[in-house]
T-cell receptor, first 113, second 113 residues
Framework: EAQVTQNPRYLITVTGKKLTVTCSQNMNHEYMSWYRQDPGLGLRQIYYSMNVEVTDKGDVPEGYKVSRKEKRNFPLILESPSPNQTSLYFC????????????FGQGTRLTVV | GNSVTQMEGPVTLSEEAFLTINCTYTATGYPSLFWYVQYPGEGLQLLLKATKADDKGSNKGFEATYRKETTSFHLEKGSVQVSDSAVYFCALDEGIYGQNFVFGPGTRLSVLP
């Protein structure tokens, strides 16, 4: 089954404690991205990757890091989480291009206290 | 920059009622337009899309027409069902090499039996 898998689904952590949210896709997609979803703001792109070892900032990259060492995986790293990073995070993948469908993971709800 | 505006709701309808969710956009170029749907506890799923002016996207009884002259992409369904209860996101993408969706804030729809 074609899917994007994120882990964990729920995470509560304390300010400053480094964490990683994993994302994996099984569709051989070149393009992967991370979004955060906040009430009234919709989804905003954090980082994206057009292929292995190619990553770039989205609209709200501050406080986040990513890596793309393998085509299927695109982890999101918070080196020093802060309460304003409490949000619902989605990973997405696609073949890229402006008219292709993006497939989304089920989301990771992160709470930073 | 690019932006998407949509009615935030919540929208509450009775089963078999007619649905319209308005969406307007601002873009510098000629984006592709999308409607994504998010069911409770799940990631976003593509509902329909249109890639050029006057295109009509349709799926599961939902329709939307790309109107360049009014920069709109309103979502309609003639007869909603309880199972249509979800959050609906209008989005545009004009990425050339990759994909960078700009999402609206989402409209929560509740359909009552």
């Amino acid at each position: 089954e074609a899917q994007v898998t994120q882990n964990p689904r729920y995470l509560i952590t304390v300010t400053g404690k480094k964490l990683t949210v994993t994302c994996s896709q099984n569709m051989n997609h070149e393009y992967m991205s991370w979004y955060r979803q906040d009430p009234g703001l919709g989804l905003r792109q954090i980082y994206y990757s057009m292929n292995v070892e190619v990553t770039d900032k989205g609209d709200v990259p501050e406080g986040y890091k990513v890596s793309r060492k393998e085509k299927r995986n695109f982890p999101l790293i918070l080196e020093s989480p802060s309460p304003n990073q409490t949000s619902l995070y989605f990973c997405a993948s696609s073949f890229g291009g402006s008219n292709t469908e993006a497939f989304f993971g089920q989301g990771t709800r992160l709470t930073v206290v | 920059g690019n932006s998407v505006t949509q009615m935030e709701g919540p929208v509450t309808l009775s089963e078999e009622a007619f649905l319209t969710i308005n969406c307007t956009y601002t873009a510098t170029g000629y984006p592709s337009l999308f409607w994504y749907v998010q069911y409770p506890g799940e990631g976003l799923q593509l509902l329909l899309k249109a890639t050029k002016a006057d295109d009509k996207g349709s799926n599961k009884g939902f329709e939307a027409t790309y109107r360049k002259e009014t920069t709109s992409f309103h979502l309609e369904k003639g007869s909603v069902q309880v199972s249509d209860s979800a959050v609906y996101f209008c989005a545009l993408d004009e990425g050339i090499y990759g994909q960078n969706f700009v999402f609206g804030p989402g409209t929560r729809l509740s359909v009552l039996p």
